[in-house]
């Protein structure tokens, strides 16, 4: 089981970005899978998570209506559409899974068993 998560990069505040995760090793169609969050001097967050047999999702309140977690599963890959970004935002952003779970909203108030490497977002003008 492999993620690899890209798209991270400097925003302006009000800026947009899109994160990328590939996955390997399992199929987007049953575990959830979803992005996390740690910056610094802070706890690491579950900002969104996908449940991939049923679409269903979960948001924190921080990013709610602001970000949106989406597949591809003929691409083995999920994004995190990240919208109206604030310095807030700011963090290193990991992509992860826990393959025995299929509920969004328990793998994002969790600690996933597979991550990748995190991604930098700054937000800053």
């Known amino acids: 089981v492999q993620l690899q998560a890209s798209g991270g990069g400097l925003v302006q505040p009000g800026g947009s970005l899109r994160l990328s995760c590939a996955v390997s090793g399992f199929l987007l169609d049953r575990p959830a899978v979803g992005w996390f969050r740690q910056a610094p001097g802070k706890e690491r967050e579950g900002v969104s998570c996908l449940s991939t047999w049923n679409d269903i999702t979960h948001y924190s309140d921080s990013v709610k209506g602001r970000f949106t977690i989406s597949r591809d599963a003929a691409k083995n890959t999920f994004y995190l559409q990240m919208d109206n970004l604030r310095p807030e935002d700011t963090a290193v952003y990991y992509c992860?899974?826990?393959?025995?779970?299929?509920?969004?909203?328990?793998?994002?108030?969790?600690?996933?068993?597979?991550w990748g490497h995190g991604t930098l977002v700054t937000v800053s003008s």
């Open positions: 992860a899974t826990n393959l025995g779970q299929s509920s969004s909203y328990a793998l994002c108030t969790t600690s996933p068993s597979n």
